[in-house]
């Protein structure tokens, strides 16, 4: 987990939402505006679901954390004695799971 918090972390001006393919995602870390109100949203927002990756299962945080330091998803089965399908699967039950964790705490 502190690697994929440390990649993050150098990689401030990309968002979350890229990080765990979901384009339609409510987790928007950045905007389109730049300004300095949306970059401070993005901050607080990118805060509170670092803090949440911790709180989920093993196989979902493992899979999030993956994902995040760039792995593909067939570099993620192999690394987790898997499947690509099934990689797909739990990535999909984590950001599930995170929105539902992010939707509690806001």
């Known amino acids: ?7 993050i972390r150098r990689t401030k001006k990309e968002n979350l939402n890229a990080y ?4 339609n995602s409510f987790i928007q870390v950045r905007g389109t505006d ?4 949306e970059a401070m949203l ?3 927002k990118l805060k509170i679901v670092l803090g949440l990756i911790p709180r989920m299962k093993k196989k979902y945080r493992e899979v999030l954390t ?3 330091e760039g792995k593909s998803y067939k570099q993620i089965a192999e690394l987790l004695g898997s499947n ?3 990689v797909k699967s739990d990535l999909n039950k984590a950001r599930q799971h995170l929105r ?3 939707e509690s705490v806001n």
């Open 100 to 102: 539902k964790m992010y």
């Open 20 to 23: 765990i393919d979901d384009d």
């Open 1 to 7: 987990t502190n690697s994929a918090i440390d990649y």
């Open 34 to 37: 730049n300004g300095p109100e």
């Open 84 to 86: 690509e399908i099934t």
């Open 66 to 68: 993956y994902r995040i």
């Open 42 to 44: 993005a901050s607080e």
